[in-house]
């Protein structure tokens, strides 16, 4: 691609991404008040199963090691995190987890994210997270603000994130740490957010196909719509939770001593 040519598809996706903060934001604000009466009370955080207390998350992880959740800055060597709703740099445009929340995912999940990061460092790439666990409620929360399932998930049905084996991710450059441009932003609610979509630069096109097939190659699955999100399968192993970030502090300061 030429280098007015890229200056141009940059300009476009600047502009997808402003149409899209006011697509969403019409949504939240004028479209949500709307389908409140017609569906009814919001959604409460008591519609499905899960786990609340810490006592009862060490009880499952008692009797399976694999579904502790797992720190992924302490755990893989060079992962970096920026948590995106630990700010206001998101979709919603607010802060949804406290601005020290950790990247966590199970210990199997972790384990063969691990191995996606050591493959990549090979071709001199590396991980970003944007997000993994993310605590029940904050999903009712979601989704009591947009209510559409192109955008957040059904508390009703529960998410790959609140089973702690869902991750949103990003490629960067192992030199400088700098983003792998990938075509759009993280949370890009458009068709080019797609993994069938092909009017990209055949860069892109590559950089997409090489995180999606390695993080394939170690059992986590594409969300077809979006190219950063995976989750790790098989997804009904995995129980509901509903536990604060701070549970998990004390374990990240003990790991680092």
Do not use: C
Not at 68 to 90: C, H, K, S, V, W
Not at 222 to 237: G, N, Q, S, V
């Amino acid at each position: 691609m030429t280098e007015n040519r890229h200056r141009a598809f940059k300009y476009h996706n600047k502009i997808m991404n402003w149409q899209q903060t006011i697509t969403l934001s019409f949504i939240v604000f004028f479209i949500q008040p709307v389908k409140t009466l017609a569906i009814g009370s919001p959604v409460s955080d008591s519609s499905l199963p899960v786990i609340r207390t810490v006592a009862a998350y060490q009880k499952t992880i008692k009797n399976n090691s694999g579904k502790q959740l797992i720190d992924l800055q302490t755990f893989i060597p060079g992962i970096i995190a920026e948590m995106r709703y630990a700010a206001e740099n998101n979709f919603m445009q607010q802060q949804l987890y406290p601005a020290n929340a950790l990247a966590l995912l199970r210990l199997d999940a972790a384990i063969a994210l691990k191995k996606v990061q050591l493959e990549l460092n090979q071709a001199q790439l590396g991980l970003k997270i944007w997000d993994a666990y993310r605590p029940y409620s904050i999903t009712v929360k979601m989704w009591n603000l947009i209510k559409d399932e192109r955008f957040v998930a059904d508390p009703r049905k529960g998410s790959g994130h609140n089973r702690g084996i869902a991750v949103d991710l990003t490629l960067i450059n192992l030199i400088d740490s700098q983003e792998i441009f990938m075509g759009t932003g993280f949370d890009h609610f458009s068709d080019t957010a797609h993994h069938g979509f092909k009017n990209l630069p055949d860069d892109v096109l590559a950089k997409r196909k090489l995180l999606k097939l390695t993080m394939e190659k170690y059992g986590f699955k594409a969300l077809e719509t979006e190219w950063w999100h995976y989750y790790f399968i098989p997804t009904d192993k995995y129980e509901l939770l509903d536990l604060p970030f701070k549970a998990f502090q004390k374990d990240k300061k003990h790991n680092q001593h």
